[in-house]
């Protein structure tokens, strides 16, 4: 795990069957204390003799490769686990992890070079976004990506949007007439 800068391990069979899950948590546990008074060769001898079947969990939850990604993270949250083995047919054919979902969020909200404004908008009113991405194009902004997250209150929503190929002033300018307010604006 250390050398490969991993947390988990699926565990499985000689077929590709997956019969457990190994943390870096998990291990940690089973570490010996510091304050041990074994010696370091009693300490090699017992951890010689342990095997992954005693660390390992074997009620694992996972999930398939056409799970949604917002499902994923959904599973992940409500369990508070750090990652999901991803199976075809019983077998694993990958994980995914917080650090997967924490680049797709990076990807939404962060690089390359673009603008992000982020308008709080009215919840209610049919087709603001529609408006928003529209005025945005008229000025001849290319969408990279949009996000929507839930207000501070439940009748608006934040609108998140990274823009290239307009300048912020112009950006802000057309934005600002459709929405309640402009939170942020910046380059990122």
């Known amino acids: 795990m250390r050398e490969c800068h991993v947390r988990r391990l699926p565990v499985v ?9 190994v943390t870096e948590k998990d291990l940690l546990y089973v570490s010996p204390s510091p304050a041990t008074s074994l010696s370091i060769h009693e300490l090699h001898y017992l951890l010689a003799r ?10 694992v939850i996972t999930i398939t490769e056409d799970t ?13 686990i750090g990652g999901l083995p991803v199976t075809r047919d019983g ?9 997967d979902l924490f680049k797709l969020f990076l990807e939404l909200l ?3 070079p673009t603008w992000r404004p ?15 991405t529209a005025a ?12 929507t997250f839930l207000g501070e209150d439940p009748t608006n929503f934040l609108a998140v949007i990274r823009v290239a190929d307009v300048s912020k002033e112009t950006m802000v300018a057309a934005l600002q007439p459709l929405t309640i307010k402009m939170v942020d604006a910046r380059e990122v």
């Open 91 to 99: 077998r694993v054919v990958g994980i995914i992890t917080e650090t």
């Open 50 to 59: 342990l095997s992954v079947a005693e660390v390992m969990k074997t009620e």
């Open 110 to 112: 962060g690089t390359p």
């Open 136 to 147: 945005i194009a008229q000025q001849g902004g290319d969408i990279i990506a949009l996000g």
């Open 118 to 132: 982020t308008d709080d908008a009215p919840a209610e009113r049919k087709g603001t976004l529609a408006k928003v």
């Open 68 to 80: 949604l990604v917002e499902e994923a993270a959904r599973i992940m949250c409500d369990h508070k």
């Open 13 to 21: 069979d000689k077929s590709g069957g997956l019969v457990g899950i």
